[in-house]
């Protein structure tokens, strides 16, 4: 399968299953698009017809250009063939070690985010923080049921976990006191809105948290539009100084500046170059998840404006970092070299298998995503898994169980796309959530343009 | 003007209520309460950088503590609208024009581009000297 597009003035050939990607001349783009239902003598005759104009573009030249595709197809770099559909349904037998948990150690927050999917932390439940020990016996129960994986990822999520910091601070030093008898590495991520940002906080975060997510929606008044405190005051003013302070003091390690963009700010990326001109270089930037009835919700008339502004996007970080001043976009950060193994690029985040959500109660769920719905409850720490029947339902949950993915180009980089989002639009994990699939796609695209772009100026110079 | 105000839930900004001037009586207000809502003027930051607040852009509100974390006590600045807003261009003159952000059409529409990042004390979100 190839997948053809043009963005920026590139033609792309995507070749899917091998995973090459071809810059080409418009003939050449021509010939490929017709190359698997033409004969080479059809397309040869076509484009002589389509390309009379041009006297570079002669039959001997259109030979060369076919036996050059010929070549690449019987190299595996073009029209691949799908080899992976087998593996995939192997994978009932795969090994399900835990590698990473998601701590839900506040299911409270002192923001009232209006799109908030866990409903101002609450994940529509009890406010509650969770206590230390349930938090000792959630390491535990990652360890135990690790295998040999030595590195674990633990997230600190919430609501907002700072609400609860001092257990995540107890957390981390038990976690590092057991690291060396266990033979395991731990590795923090603590994602929060700001507000309680300070210097103890950046301070352990910068020594403790491989990574720290920071939550900012862009331009003050978008920010501030839904981004408020119960009392009705936006938090722009409150956090962006702290999250500066905080970066400044970070040094090189890593850190997203993470905002949502709804209906309210369709031109989003006005807001990726405001945290960027804030002297912020890591950025994440996500459309709304939300009942198609809010106000602020995306719909499908939405969609030409949103793939604009990702190409306004992509031209701009390829303008900024040729002027000095690059910063990355979670969506573009592609590698087209030695990315993903196989394995992991049918089978995906792993949610439900490799990764589970934790509340403060000691209960398991395939995700953040998933919490306080009764019908994704796993089992608790205490028991373990016992919804097995679940877990055999994620196992399965891979890029080859959608039927709707079968003739989709991008499935080897979506994995089959999230399970939440999935059944959230229709009710089935293993369903499709078209619209974020649309707006992956067109990430990708502009992805793959990007490196074509700076891999072609690296030739030129 | 520089007065003392509360801050709620490291966020908020309230006017201390008529005849209460320290932390200690206002929690005295707020215990008595009982979980009941407290009138308060709210001083908003759509359109100024804090510490420095505009008077007109207070807003009369009712709240209830039950569920505030914390209240501390802190200074700030209130002008009025047009003192703000004069400030505010005298510093665009003097800083703004060293910064690599500054475009000169930025002041249109009530020096709004310049107004959600730059604080009169002269700190910027944005400021990067050309």
Not at chain 1, 185 to 195: D, E, P, Q, S, W
Not at chain 1, 298 to 310: G, I, N, S, V
Not at chain 1, 427 to 452: D, H, N, T
Not at chain 2, 4 to 31: C, G, H, W
Request: aromatic share 12%; charged share 25%; with cysteine.
């Amino acid at each position: 399968m190839v997948h053809l597009y043009q963005l920026n003035g590139y033609n792309i050939a995507l070749d899917v299953f091998s995973g090459s990607v071809h810059a080409v001349d418009a003939v050449a783009y021509d010939a490929i698009g017709l190359y698997p239902e033409h004969t080479p003598a059809e397309i040869k005759a076509q484009l002589l017809e389509k390309y009379r104009d041009r006297p570079d573009v002669t039959a001997e030249e259109l030979d060369e250009m076919l036996a050059d595709i010929a070549t690449l197809k019987a190299e595996g770099k073009l029209f691949t063939e799908d080899v992976y559909a087998d593996r995939a349904f192997d994978f009932k037998n795969r090994h399900t070690e835990l590698k990473a948990l998601c701590l839900h150690v506040a299911h409270t927050c002192n923001l009232n985010c209006a799109y908030c999917f866990a409903a101002q932390g609450k994940y529509h439940g009890e406010r509650a923080l969770m206590s230390f020990e349930t938090g000792k016996r959630a390491l535990d129960f990652l360890v135990e049921n690790s295998g040999t994986r030595k590195n674990l990822e633990v997230d600190f999520f919430g609501g907002e976990p700072l609400m609860n910091f001092d257990v995540v601070k107890r957390l981390v030093e038990y976690a590092r006191s057991i690291e060396q008898e266990k033979n395991k590495h731990f590795r923090f991520t603590l994602t929060t809105n700001g507000v309680l940002l300070d210097d103890e906080v950046t301070e352990f975060a910068n020594r403790e948290c491989h990574n720290v997510v920071l939550s900012l929606d862009g331009r003050k008044s978008v920010h501030d539009r839904l981004r408020k405190t119960v009392n009705g005051q936006g938090s722009y003013n409150a956090i962006v100084p702290k999250f500066q302070e905080f970066v400044k003091k970070r040094g090189d390690k890593s850190y997203y500046v993470r905002g949502t963009f709804t209906k309210n700010n369709i031109d989003f990326t006005e807001d990726i170059f405001h945290m960027a001109d804030l002297g912020f270089t890591e950025l994440s930037m996500e459309p709304v998840v939300c009942a198609p009835d809010e106000p602020y919700a995306l719909t499908e008339k939405d969609l030409p404006a949103l793939f604009e502004q990702y190409e306004i996007l992509a031209k701009e970080m390829l303008k900024r970092k040729k002027e000095g001043r690059p910063f990355t976009f979670y969506h573009y950060m592609l590698d087209l070299e030695s990315g993903p193994c196989i394995y992991k690029r049918i089978s995906g985040c792993g949610s439900g298998t490799e990764y589970l959500a934790v509340t403060p109660w000691g209960e398991l769920y395939p995700c953040h995503q998933f919490v306080g719905d009764p019908k994704y409850s796993m089992g608790n720490i205490y028991d373990g898994i016992q919804n097995t029947a679940l877990q055999q339902e994620f196992k399965l949950c891979n890029a080859y169980a959608r039927p709707d993915c079968k003739d989709c180009w991008a499935k080897l980089y979506c994995s089959g796309g999230c399970a939440a989002n999935a059944y959230h639009a229709t009710g089935s994990v293993k369903g499709i959530y078209k619209y974020g699939c649309e707006l992956f796609k067109k990430r990708i695209e502009c992805a793959v343009m990007m490196q074509v772009a700076e891999l072609l100026e690296t030739q030129e110079k | 003007m520089k007065i003392k105000v509360l801050r709620v839930d490291e966020i908020t900004v309230y006017q201390y209520p008529e005849r209460i001037t320290s932390l200690m009586a206002f929690m005295q207000l707020v215990n008595a309460a009982k979980g009941r809502f407290i009138p308060l003027y709210r001083y908003d930051t759509k359109n100024c950088v804090p510490p420095y607040y505009i008077e007109e852009e207070k807003t009369y509100t009712y709240v209830n503590f039950s569920g505030v974390h914390t209240v501390e006590e802190e200074e700030i600045h209130v002008l009025s609208k047009a003192e703000y807003d004069a400030r505010l261009s005298d510093l665009i003159e003097t800083k703004c024009i060293y910064c690599v952000h500054n475009e000169d059409d930025m002041k249109d529409t009530d020096l709004k581009s310049y107004r959600d990042n730059l604080c009169l004390d002269g700190n910027c979100f944005f400021f990067e000297e050309i």
